[in-house]
């Protein structure tokens, strides 16, 4: 640790220091298992969540064998289909990219990059993941209850998700509207966590204007998270009053089976309002921490500064408070006023601006950088063409005249994945092979990752490229078998026949990450402190895997922003953030 | 759903306010050094578990706003039969605010030092929440007598759902007020329990507050109100 040169912040009392009350483990359940290590949280929410993704990758599996070759594989019946269709869409959503970025690596960054020892409600943080793990134990038990899980779809659109006809309708949609309330719970006690982290525990010097953006990304999306996940609640409760009590909240009066039900009256837009309140906002929970990790992975592996870190914040706060007042293009079909939708179209359209603003900036940071085609840096790459591309069918979908013929298409399924499924798990995967050091001090086997990065950039293309085209044609969403239509030609069965194929492939690359995870950990190359020659604090911990308490007996001091790459004049080609300038070295004041 | 946008309205407003105070203009490539920022600028700065709270009542908020802006869109249509507010709920309502005056009473007295007084500002808000809970409970129970089940009107479903979300928050707030309490009876430090007792009573009179907004909204004082905003928006 460095001396502090008074000089130059003359009038400012020493650091505050040391004295922070550290909650220490005592036995080995409360290191490894009950722990209130923000670290040890981040794993078990990884390993959680990872665990319950990789359910959510058989589902879609399944899925895809069906589409691709209808009617060979009798035992997915077209309930079950529904099925698969709904666990995948919510668990990939909320148990996989909502858990694994804001649980998972905001647990584990948050407090190093902003130099804290923890976050500062251990114990309400440990709370959290363990009504998180009881939201996913709720979710997976739904396989089996009677009935199966629900196959509402994953946006469980009342009056049909709670209607006899919809398999799940017994036990089902009971649990999943239960998991997800829970899921809600924890979420907000892990969210006020990083929250307050990141307000009060930065470390000296470490003003917001120095957060490194993986910082920012994650703390906007834990502040709209937390604003946004309360419409999800009150539409769960309300729902689940619907399907217990009997009560008339989304039901309108209708007939089921020949008979009039009890309901009367109910609004079932109501439910769609509060869940695409919801619902939008989501999105980018899951867009802005993969945006900022992205920033981060680019400027390293680059060996450059980021290009416009003030555009970037303000972007990144800009998209926050945008995505509040879209939520109603996800309902143009659902009938609105038209000025409603040109009202919304307008505003979904203006987010294309903070967001060009960015990806602008990760260009122009790649432009005559040192760049370095590390496994990172080739997920990051995916990241930008894929998002890029999710993007601009977003533009299509957007506008309410394009939106109506492709609602309900094979479109709307490809720009959703592209947009927030691979582009997120692109920076989740960029995220772990850049991390991954840090966290076991091993380095991810290189060649084993290039293999798997290929297979899945080149796989993911091959599903959901020709899906567009597929949409264009006309063929519907959520289809079990579409069987013989006029409009979709022979090819398209071919089509769809090959990208299952690439599915399956995709698939089983994963199975080699995971390989690769468990390997490395133990015979993987040792890493050091800093593999990659990284600026931020997380990297200049003294320590790799971090101690208890992160730091040793004092907290870093900050000197500079988190992307002093390349600094004319400077030894290396990166000056780490805890590095004082060059006139207090030449005082005597470094060690 | 224009209360929920008022609502988020007003916390975009905050956090406008409070990001504008960060120097978000700053150019931090040019600037090296320890520099200060706002939280040393301002040594009166919040304790994290006050800003904890602070963003909790946002989170809470947005629910309760929430429940407001559906209840809001559900009333409009055609089947709402309001239901009579039971007189008891005036008398709880007294109750509620008693519950907030002893906590306030409780905060002054842990700035005077004065542990008998916090003692006893704390069971006297506790034990008239509790009263507060009883009361509801009576309430519904009166409702149901009358004949106003919980799925016999969209009215009556809201009416049981918000009096229970209210009321779930409160006994939340009843365990931290019940650890604060076995606290300040052990004799634990004056500066630590300060904190404790101010954060009960924010809570407090922050649910206070929601109460007193739901039963406008409930009784139908605010149906006027109610229609302006429904107006805003079509």
């Known amino acids: 640790m460095v001396d502090i040169p008074f000089d130059t912040i003359a009038g400012i009392p020493p650091a505050e220091v040391g004295e922070v009350e550290l909650y220490h483990p005592k036995s080995w359940w409360t290191r490894y298992v009950f722990s209130?290590?923000?670290?040890?949280?981040?794993?078990?929410?990884?390993?959680?969540?990872?665990?319950?993704?990789?359910?959510?990758?058989?589902?879609?599996?399944?899925?895809?064998?069906?589409?691709?070759?209808?009617?060979?594989?009798?035992?997915?019946?077209?309930?079950?289909?529904?099925?698969?269709?709904?666990?995948?869409?919510?668990?990939?959503?909320?148990?996989?990219l909502t858990a694994l970025f804001l649980g998972g690596f905001g647990n584990y960054l948050i407090p190093l990059m902003v130099g804290a020892r923890d976050m500062v409600f251990p114990y309400v943080n440990m709370l959290?993941?363990?009504?998180?793990?009881?939201?996913?134990?709720?979710?997976?038990?739904?396989?089996?209850?009677?009935?199966?899980?629900?196959?509402?779809?994953?946006?469980?659109?009342?009056?049909?998700?709670?209607?006899?006809?919809?398999?799940?309708?017994?036990?089902?949609?009971?649990?999943?509207?239960?998991?997800?309330?829970?899921?809600?719970?924890?979420?907000?006690?892990?969210?006020?966590?990083?929250?307050?982290?990141?307000?009060?525990?930065?470390?000296?010097?470490?003003?917001?204007?120095?957060?490194?953006?993986?910082?920012?990304?994650?703390?906007?999306?834990?502040?709209?998270?937390?604003?946004?996940?309360?419409?999800?609640?009150?539409?769960?409760?309300?729902?689940?009053?619907?399907?217990?009590?009997?009560?008339?909240?989304?039901?309108?009066?209708?007939?089921?089976?020949?008979?009039?039900?009890?309901?009367?009256?109910?609004?079932?837009?109501?439910?769609?309002?509060?869940?695409?309140?919801?619902?939008?906002?989501?999105?980018?929970?899951?867009?802005l921490p993969a945006f900022g990790i992205i920033s981060d992975l680019i400027s390293v592996h680059a060996r450059k500064n980021i290009f416009g870190y003030r555009m970037m914040v303000w972007a990144i706060v800009a998209i926050g408070a945008l995505s509040f007042v879209v939520w109603a293009h996800h309902m143009y079909v659902s009938g609105m006023h038209p000025y409603f939708g040109f009202f919304f179209a307008t505003t979904t359209l203006i987010i294309a601006i903070p967001t060009a603003i960015k990806v602008y900036n990760w260009v122009l940071t790649l432009w005559r950088g040192d760049i370095h085609l590390t496994v990172p840096m080739l997920f990051a790459l995916a990241f930008i063409i894929t998002f890029v591309n999710g993007g601009?069918?977003?533009?299509?979908?957007?506008?309410?005249v394009v939106d109506v013929p492709l609602s309900d298409t094979m479109f709307v399924v490809a720009h959703f994945h592209m947009v927030m499924g691979i582009a997120p798990i692109m920076a989740v995967f960029g995220g772990i092979y850049h991390w991954y050091p840090k966290v076991t001090g091993r380095m991810l086997?290189?060649?084993?990752?290039?293999?798997?990065?290929?297979?899945?950039?080149?796989?993911?293309?091959?599903?959901?490229?020709?899906?567009?085209?597929?949409?264009?044609?006309?063929?519907?969403?959520?289809?079990?078998?579409?069987?013989?239509?006029?409009?979709?030609?022979?090819?398209?069965?071919d089509l769809n026949a090959f990208m299952s194929v690439a599915a399956?492939?995709?698939?089983?690359?994963?199975?080699?990450?995971?390989?690769?995870?468990?390997?490395?950990?133990?015979?993987?190359?040792?890493?050091?402190?800093?593999?990659?020659?990284?600026?931020?604090?997380?990297?200049?911990?003294?320590?790799?895997?971090?101690?208890?308490?992160?730091?040793?007996?004092?907290?870093?001091?900050?000197?500079?922003w988190a992307y002093d790459y390349s600094v004319p004049g400077a030894t290396r080609d990166f000056v780490p953030q805890n590095e004082p300038p060059a006139g207090s070295l030449a005082q005597g004041a470094q060690p | 759903m224009s209360a929920i946008i008022l609502f988020m309205a007003g916390i975009a407003a905050i956090?406008?306010?409070?990001?504008?105070?960060?120097?978000?203009?700053?150019?931090?490539?040019?600037?090296?050094?320890?520099?200060?920022?706002?939280?040393?600028?301002?040594?009166?700065?919040?304790?994290?578990?006050?800003?904890?709270?602070?963003?909790?009542?946002?989170?809470?908020?947005?629910?309760?706003?929430?429940?407001i802006s559906a209840y809001s869109m559900r009333m409009s249509m055609v089947d709402w039969r309001a239901l009579p507010?039971?007189?008891?709920?005036?008398?709880?309502?007294?109750?509620?605010?008693?519950?907030?005056?002893?906590?306030?009473?409780?905060?002054?007295?842990?700035?005077?030092?004065?542990?008998?007084?916090?003692?006893?500002?704390?069971?006297?808000?506790g034990a008239s929440a509790v009263t507060f809970l009883v009361g509801q409970l009576l309430a519904w129970q009166q409702l149901s007598v009358a004949g106003y089940f919980v799925a016999s009107n969209p009215a009556n479903s809201f009416f049981y759902l918000i009096t229970a979300m209210h009321g779930l928050h409160l006994m939340g707030g009843l365990v931290a007020l019940g650890r604060t309490t076995a606290k300040a009876w052990r004799g634990a430090d004056m500066t630590r329990m300060r904190l404790s007792v101010e954060l009960c009573a924010i809570y407090w009179h922050f649910l206070l507050l929601v109460w007193l907004v739901l039963l406008?909204?409930?009784?139908?004082?605010?149906?006027?109100?109610?229609?302006?905003?429904?107006?805003?928006?079509?």
Not at chain 1, 392 to 397: A, D, E, Q
Not at chain 2, 216 to 234: A, E, N, P
């Open chain 1, 128 to 287: 959290s993941y363990w009504v998180y793990l009881l939201a996913v134990v709720v979710l997976a038990s739904t396989f089996f209850v009677p009935g199966g899980p629900t196959g509402a779809g994953w946006t469980l659109y009342p009056p049909q998700a709670i209607l006899s006809g919809t398999p799940g309708q017994d036990w089902g949609i009971i649990f999943m509207l239960t998991s997800l309330i829970l899921f809600i719970i924890g979420f907000t006690m892990g969210g006020l966590n990083y929250v307050v982290t990141v307000l009060q525990a930065r470390t000296r010097g470490m003003t917001l204007m120095r957060l490194p953006l993986t910082v920012w990304g994650i703390f906007t999306a834990t502040v709209m998270a937390l604003l946004a996940f309360p419409a999800l609640f009150v539409a769960s409760v309300m729902l689940l009053l619907d399907r217990l009590l009997g009560t008339s909240f989304f039901m309108p009066t209708l007939v089921e089976m020949g008979q009039l039900t009890k309901y009367g009256g109910g609004s079932p837009i109501l439910f769609q309002h509060l869940f695409w309140f919801f619902g939008h906002p989501e999105v980018y929970i899951v867009a």
């Open chain 1, 36 to 96: 209130q290590d923000a670290k040890v949280i981040a794993i078990q929410y990884s390993i959680t969540a990872m665990a319950i993704g990789m359910v959510a990758l058989v589902l879609s599996w399944l899925m895809r064998l069906q589409l691709g070759f209808p009617g060979t594989f009798s035992f997915i019946d077209p309930n079950q289909y529904l099925q698969f269709i709904t666990m995948h869409g919510m668990i990939m959503v909320i148990y996989l």
């Open chain 2, 216 to 234: 406008g909204l409930l009784t139908g004082w605010t149906d006027d109100f109610v229609d302006i905003c429904r107006q805003l928006l079509t």
């Open chain 1, 504 to 560: 399956l492939i995709v698939g089983f690359a994963q199975l080699v990450f995971l390989f690769n995870l468990i390997w490395s950990l133990f015979k993987g190359r040792e890493a050091g402190g800093n593999p990659w020659g990284a600026a931020s604090l997380e990297w200049q911990t003294p320590q790799t895997p971090p101690g208890h308490g992160n730091w040793g007996k004092e907290l870093p001091l900050v000197y500079r």
């Open chain 1, 445 to 493: 086997n290189e060649a084993l990752g290039r293999f798997h990065f290929w297979v899945s950039f080149l796989g993911a293309y091959a599903v959901f490229f020709p899906m567009h085209y597929l949409g264009l044609l006309g063929m519907p969403r959520r289809y079990h078998d579409i069987g013989e239509t006029a409009f979709v030609p022979a090819s398209a069965h």
């Open chain 1, 392 to 400: 601009l069918t977003g533009l299509f979908l957007g506008n309410v």
């Open chain 2, 15 to 67: 956090a406008g306010w409070w990001l504008s105070q960060q120097r978000l203009a700053a150019k931090p490539w040019l600037e090296q050094g320890v520099i200060t920022d706002w939280r040393e600028e301002n040594p009166s700065s919040l304790p994290p578990a006050k800003i904890g709270l602070g963003v909790f009542l946002a989170v809470v908020g947005s629910l309760f706003a929430l429940f």
């Open chain 2, 85 to 125: 507010v039971p007189r008891l709920l005036w008398f709880n309502t007294g109750v509620l605010v008693t519950s907030s005056i002893a906590l306030q009473w409780a905060h002054v007295a842990a700035r005077r030092n004065d542990m008998d007084g916090v003692i006893v500002g704390l069971c006297a808000g």
